[in-house]
């Protein structure tokens, strides 16, 4: 929630409809009591297939595909990369693995920088 810099992610092997099921299902259980999460979203064919199971506090805005100017976890991304994850050499799994949640973490006690990352004033009305 850039809005208020909350964040909830998790950390998967694969881009898939069912690591996007368990996506939302974390998203969900960081919404605040009543209120209701919107989420961004591209094309990306695991984003937007009828198998998702939607949790009733979330609702998908798609963006136009080709274009991730729209979409603030692209800045996100690129943030993390930049500062955290580029130009390494990792000896196994386990240390990618160790160091995006380190990265992802880092991040999360950072609410301004994800306020100022994820703000787009056209998605602040809904």
Not at 45 to 53: F, N, Q
Not at 72 to 94: A, C, I, K, T
Request: aromatic share 8%; proline share 7%.
């Amino acid at each position: 929630c850039p809005q208020e810099g909350k964040a909830a992610g998790l950390v998967l092997p694969f881009c898939n409809t069912d690591t996007m099921n368990l996506h939302l299902a974390e998203i969900a259980l960081h919404v605040a009591p009543g209120a209701h999460a919107v989420v961004l979203m591209d094309q990306a064919g695991w984003h937007l297939t009828p198998k998702l199971e939607l949790p009733a506090n979330i609702s998908i805005v798609a963006i136009p595909s080709k274009s991730p100017e729209l979409n603030p976890q692209e800045n996100v991304w690129q943030f993390m990369r930049d500062n955290w994850l580029s130009n390494r050499v990792f000896g196994s799994y386990d240390e990618i693995v160790d160091h995006c949640c380190d990265a992802w973490n880092k991040l999360v006690e950072q609410p301004w920088r994800i306020m100022s990352l994820g703000l787009r004033d056209w998605a602040c009305g809904f």
